[in-house]
């Protein structure tokens, strides 16, 4: 079964600094794209960064950068100089190439502090 | 433009009362996904449509749950005889092809609260 996993349900991180949330998943795909999610207290998912899987160059997207390790199935978001408007749920998601479903983990809550 | 729409915004329903939850997806986008969140969990997938139609109905998961999508356009999700563990969020998303094709982005609705009491 395909599965994605974060472990961390809740993170803190002050202004400015960096915060790095985990991901991991499990698949015997070779062809697949990563995504991760902010959601906010509104309930709007926005596509924070995506990676392809056959891309070996870890996507970065301003202050959001991947540590993508393919062989250990992991796909972390590093937050640069993080902001307040940061604070979210933040969710990581999985597809596989040519499918249409999204699998989702279980989210971590960024909270950031002035 | 707009985004994807999604009404009501909120809904509480009495137990064994049956809803209807709608998705206005954003303008020529051909497909059109449902997912649940529930609290303290992620999104589950319940359904896509590609056009009028809906290849995989896997994530539904019972038969009192069923969705349409008319026109091409917009999409009703009805939940019959709701029991309270149906309470979630359901969050509605659209992309401008079949997600399969390539790297279409699914943008997201605000989602419709249920509580069911």
């Known amino acids: 079964a395909q599965t994605v996993t974060q472990s961390q349900p809740e993170m803190s991180v002050q202004e400015a600094e960096t915060v790095t949330l985990s991901c991991t998943y499990d698949?015997?795909?070779?062809?697949?794209?990563l995504f991760w999610y902010k959601q906010p207290p509104s309930r709007q998912m926005i596509l924070v960064i995506r990676q392809e899987a056959y891309k070996q160059q870890n996507a970065t997207e301003n202050r959001f950068s991947v540590n993508f390790q393919k062989a250990a199935k992991s796909f972390s978001l590093k937050i640069s100089d993080s902001q307040l408007g940061d604070a979210a749920m933040y969710f990581c998601a999985y597809r596989v190439y040519n499918t249409d479903k999204l699998i989702f983990g279980t989210g971590t809550r960024l909270q950031v502090f002035p | 433009g707009a985004g994807v729409s999604q009404s009501p915004s909120n809904k509480v329903t009495e137990k064994g009362k049956d809803v209807e939850l709608r998705c206005d997806p954003i303008s020529g986008h051909t497909a059109l996904y449902w997912y649940r969140q529930s609290l303290g969990q992620g999104l589950e997938f319940l359904i896509y449509f590609q056009g009028n139609s809906a290849p995989d109905k896997s994530g539904l998961p019972s038969d009192r749950f069923s969705a349409e999508r008319t026109g091409g356009s917009v999409s009703t999700l009805t939940i019959q005889r709701t029991q309270q563990e149906d309470s979630a969020v359901y969050l509605c998303?659209?992309?401008?092809?079949?997600?399969?094709?390539?790297?279409?982005?699914?943008?997201f609705g605000p989602g419709t609260r249920l509580t069911v009491t």
């Open positions: 698949t015997s795909e070779s062809d697949y794209y």
């Open positions: 998303a659209s992309s401008l092809a079949q997600s399969g094709a390539g790297p279409y982005e699914q943008y």
